[in-house]
């Protein structure tokens, strides 16, 4: 609990404002490097996601893929260009992608664990060179990617119709409920019909991460004035949205479901929505729930990551 508590104040001291919050990104992530475990991180996931939408039906040679919130490191446009060979849209709200970590997200890259079918051989090959770019921009423009930062969530520069996928992972936790249906009403203009959605959203309380005793939906037990007093700032901030809240939103904005898979703990294994979920451990006891969330189901409180995997209609143009 201390590493969690201490993980909190230092966040909270950081976050009061936008100012201090950028300061924190600017220490940790352009002069300590800290992305670089990240990209480690994406090295390891994207293989997963590749699976995931292969096995439902998503059609990836020469897709059109967009990835937002994309983070600090070039490695999206890598890893599309060798899974459809090419590299596709990164659209970022807050992230800024650095020089520093060029040589790292090729590497990385290069080393991901993809299925054996693509032509990954020669897609590596057209890799091997960005080492050596100039910049994190020349590299991207020789691929022929598109990056676009500083976007708004009801504004994204993108075509209508102009894309096969979107995917994020682990960003729209961090968006205001108002923000998160905005930028689901532009994914859907962005899609060309039939195209998919696919979010990972992390449910788990953001001091989770930094010590494994808090409790991962300890989040849950604060009331909405409690939470935005405590947690309310740019860097704690989660919008604390149950899995049946997102679902909702994205129905709203007119998608239709393919499926919701739930990842439980303490296995780490992903379900499918409807498969019982025994197994899973409780996020926090239902009798120290806020009143906001007494309603909520068995299985949104055993669920501590979903990915959420939507289409637009066949039918629907625009």
């Not at 090419?86 to 790292?104: C, E, H, I, Q, W």
């Not at 499926?259 to 996020?283: A, K, Q, W």
Request: aromatic content about 10%; some cysteine; charged content about 25%.
């Amino acid at each position: 609990m201390i590493r969690a508590i201490a993980k909190g104040a230092l966040f909270g001291g950081f976050g009061i404002t936008s100012t201090t919050s950028r300061l924190y990104r600017t220490i940790t992530r352009e002069w300590m490097g800290s992305q670089a475990t990240h990209v480690d991180k994406l090295q390891r996931a994207w293989p997963e996601y590749v699976d995931v939408w292969r096995a439902n039906g998503v059609e990836l040679d020469q897709a059109d893929v967009w990835i937002h919130e994309g983070g600090w490191t070039p490695f999206p446009f890598f890893a599309n260009h060798l899974v459809t060979g090419k590299p596709g849209f990164v659209t970022n709200r807050g992230g800024r992608m650095l020089d520093r970590y060029l040589a790292r997200a090729v590497n990385g890259a290069i080393a991901c664990g993809l299925p054996d079918d693509l032509p990954l051989d020669e897609r590596r090959r057209d890799l091997e060179p960005m080492r050596w770019a100039k910049s994190v921009g020349d590299a991207i423009g020789d691929l022929g990617g598109v990056l676009h930062e500083g976007v708004a969530a009801d504004a994204i520069p993108l075509a209508a119709s102009s894309v096969d996928l979107c995917h994020t992972g682990g960003t729209l936790e961090h968006y205001h409920p108002d923000e998160l249906a905005a930028l689901l009403r532009e994914a859907k203009r962005v899609l060309r019909p039939g195209g998919v959605m696919s979010h990972v959203f992390d449910h788990r309380d953001h001091l989770h991460h930094a010590d494994a005793s808090w409790p991962y939906l300890n989040h849950y037990r604060m009331s909405d004035i409690s939470y935005r007093l405590f947690c309310g700032g740019p860097l704690l901030y989660h919008n604390r949205l149950l899995p049946r809240e997102v679902a909702g939103l994205f129905e709203e904005a007119g998608f239709e479901k393919i499926v919701i898979r739930r990842m439980m703990l303490p296995s780490r294994r992903y379900v499918d929505d409807g498969t019982p979920m025994d197994e899973g451990t409780f996020g926090i006891q239902r009798s120290r729930l806020a009143d906001r969330f007494q309603d909520a189901s068995d299985d949104d409180l055993r669920t501590a990551a979903a990915h959420y995997l939507y289409r637009k209609p066949a039918d629907e143009i625009g």
